[in-house]
């Protein structure tokens, strides 16, 4: 029993939950892009990743960086704001689905048409997932966790029993943002009710604060997505599905510094200072750089077993990528601390900058190598994204730079006290 009580304590640790959970995500969002990709082949599976990275970019841009907000306003004036965003999420999704409905009969265009619908389901899940995240990071990572799998059963039927099309391939990506936003609804449904708390002038507040950390959004999104977009039209679609394949591959690998930066926006939003970004910063470097070696000894192989020699293309691409995963360890990190503490207008104008770069050398690269000159854009984007934040933060903080390297012994007794402590 002592032993059972012992590893139930370490799984309520957010960070070794939160790793857990991510580890987790990683494999059915494997799985299910495997599935996808032999189900749908390249070409269709090119059209469903530009949808994709469109609608990235739409929900950004309509969500006006509102959840953003949450973690800053708690921490700034100390009282429970869960209802006031959850009504005003509820408001957006109203407004936007009449607006889509209305999008969708106007244009003609089968991409249009799913791009417009899928867009306020994840306005609405972007902003109820974040409370979540902050409220309680355990009770979100398990929800993303299932639903993932659910989405995985999902395709496996899918391809058994249905014929692949276009339909099939962007309602699936629609599946997994409605569920876990009714999950979410349902989970604080209670408060929201309960709470008598106007919403009057919030609204306007709230986008007045997310206006810069929406840039920034849409600038980190662009940065990510931007190749695909400039790619559409220029390479065959079927190049694209590659290109995906060996982005998912590279994304899989972010995870990890994805799962350690949610826990650590909830502590520093309850309190914790630069030391507990360092950290953050110092185990993701250690682990990713263990998980790079193993995806370059084993990429090759491994794509032409799983994926199929249609997708021969993509272990060049991830090799390409890979580099960048190092680079945006410490922006994912800085940037989300800049957040929190109100420096949202810094994470702005650097990731403005960086997208600059990255349009800029995606415009001459892809003319010239195609998908590979896509992915190079990407790596010289992220190393001036990466660049910018250190100098920031080393300024502003005073944070010696082999303090955010590699992970050292004292490292590992502060991580046995973590999982201790919770």
Same mark, same amino acid.
């Given at each position: 029993?002592?032993?059972?009580? $012992?590893?139930?304590?370490?799984?309520?640790?957010?960070?070794?939950?939160? !790793?857990?959970? @991510?580890?987790? &995500?990683?494999?059915?969002?494997?799985?299910?892009?495997? &599935?996808?990709?032999?189900?749908?082949?390249?070409?269709?599976?090119?059209?469903? +990743?530009?949808?994709?990275?469109?609608?990235?970019?739409?929900?950004?841009?309509?969500?006006?960086?509102?959840?953003?907000?949450?973690?800053?306003?708690?921490?700034?004036?100390?009282?429970?704001?869960?209802?006031? #965003?959850?009504?005003?999420?509820?408001?957006?999704?109203?407004?936007?689905?009449?607006?889509?409905?209305?999008?969708?009969?106007?244009?003609?265009?089968?991409?249009?048409?799913?791009?417009?619908?899928?867009?306020? /389901?994840?306005?609405?899940?972007?902003?109820?997932?974040?409370?979540?995240?902050?409220? =309680?990071?355990?009770?979100?990572?398990?929800? =993303?966790?299932?639903?993932? #799998?659910?989405?995985?059963?999902?395709?496996?039927?899918?391809?058994?029993?249905?014929?692949?099309?276009?339909?099939?391939?962007?309602?699936?990506?629609?599946?997994?943002?409605?569920?876990?936003?009714?999950?979410?609804?349902?989970?604080?449904?209670?408060?929201?009710?309960?709470?008598?708390?106007?919403?009057?002038?919030?609204?306007?507040?709230?986008?007045?604060?997310?206006?810069?950390?929406?840039?920034?959004?849409?600038?980190?999104?662009?940065?990510?997505?931007?190749?695909?977009?400039?790619?559409?039209?220029?390479?065959?679609?079927?190049?694209? %599905?590659?290109?995906?394949?060996?982005?998912?591959?590279?994304?899989?690998?972010?995870?990890?510094?994805?799962?350690?930066?949610?826990?650590? *926006?909830?502590? &520093?939003?309850?309190? @914790?200072? +630069? =030391?507990?970004?360092?950290?953050? /910063?110092?185990?993701?470097?250690?682990?990713?750089?263990?998980?790079?070696?193993?995806?370059?000894?084993?990429?090759?192989? #491994?794509?032409?077993?799983?994926?199929?020699?249609?997708?021969?293309?993509?272990?060049?691409?991830?090799?390409?990528?890979?580099?960048?995963?190092?680079?945006?360890?410490?922006?994912?990190? *800085?940037?989300?601390?800049?957040?929190?503490?109100?420096?949202?207008?810094?994470?702005?104008?650097?990731?403005? !900058?960086?997208?600059?770069?990255?349009?800029?050398?995606?415009?001459?690269?892809?003319?010239?190598?195609?998908?590979? %000159?896509?992915?190079?854009?990407?790596? !010289?984007?992220?190393?001036?994204?990466?660049?910018?934040?250190?100098?920031?933060?080393?300024?502003?903080?005073?944070?010696?730079?082999?303090?955010?390297?590699?992970?050292?012994?004292?490292?590992?007794?502060?991580?046995?006290?973590?999982?201790? $402590? %919770?």
């Amino acid at each position: 029993m002592a032993m059972l009580r $012992k590893i139930g304590k370490v799984f309520r640790n957010p960070y070794v939950f939160s !790793i857990i959970s @991510k580890c987790c &995500v990683v494999l059915a969002g494997f799985l299910f892009t495997v &599935v996808q990709a032999r189900y749908l082949g390249a070409e269709l599976k090119g059209q469903v +990743t530009y949808v994709t990275s469109i609608t990235s970019i739409t929900a950004i841009v309509f969500g006006f960086g509102i959840h953003q907000a949450y973690p800053y306003y708690k921490k700034k004036l100390q009282r429970d704001l869960l209802p006031v #965003f959850f009504k005003i999420a509820m408001i957006q999704l109203g407004i936007y689905a009449a607006i889509s409905v209305v999008v969708a009969i106007i244009f003609n265009s089968p991409k249009m048409i799913a791009i417009s619908l899928i867009t306020p /389901i994840m306005v609405y899940d972007r902003i109820v997932a974040y409370i979540t995240m902050v409220e =309680e990071p355990n009770h979100k990572n398990a929800i =993303e966790m299932i639903v993932n #799998f659910a989405e995985l059963l999902l395709i496996v039927v899918l391809w058994i029993f249905f014929p692949k099309s276009f339909l099939i391939g962007v309602s699936v990506i629609a599946f997994k943002d409605v569920i876990m936003a009714v999950i979410y609804t349902w989970r604080w449904r209670k408060e929201i009710v309960s709470d008598k708390t106007p919403i009057k002038g919030w609204p306007l507040r709230l986008i007045k604060f997310g206006f810069f950390p929406m840039l920034a959004l849409l600038m980190t999104t662009l940065n990510y997505r931007v190749d695909v977009i400039m790619l559409d039209g220029r390479v065959p679609d079927a190049a694209i %599905g590659v290109y995906s394949i060996g982005v998912m591959l590279a994304e899989r690998v972010w995870l990890i510094p994805d799962a350690m930066k949610e826990v650590m *926006i909830s502590k &520093v939003a309850k309190g @914790k200072g +630069t =030391e507990e970004v360092s950290f953050v /910063i110092r185990v993701c470097n250690t682990v990713c750089l263990l998980v790079v070696l193993l995806l370059i000894l084993l990429g090759q192989p #491994f794509i032409n077993i799983v994926f199929g020699e249609e997708y021969a293309g993509a272990y060049m691409v991830t090799l390409i990528l890979l580099i960048g995963v190092f680079f945006m360890i410490y922006y994912k990190m *800085i940037a989300s601390y800049n957040i929190v503490i109100g420096k949202q207008v810094i994470n702005f104008i650097f990731l403005g !900058i960086s997208v600059l770069g990255n349009i800029g050398a995606n415009a001459i690269m892809i003319p010239l190598f195609g998908i590979y %000159g896509a992915g190079w854009a990407s790596v !010289i984007s992220y190393a001036i994204c990466s660049l910018l934040f250190i100098i920031q933060f080393k300024i502003t903080t005073g944070m010696p730079l082999r303090r955010m390297l590699i992970a050292t012994p004292s490292d590992f007794k502060g991580l046995k006290s973590r999982l201790k $402590k %919770g």
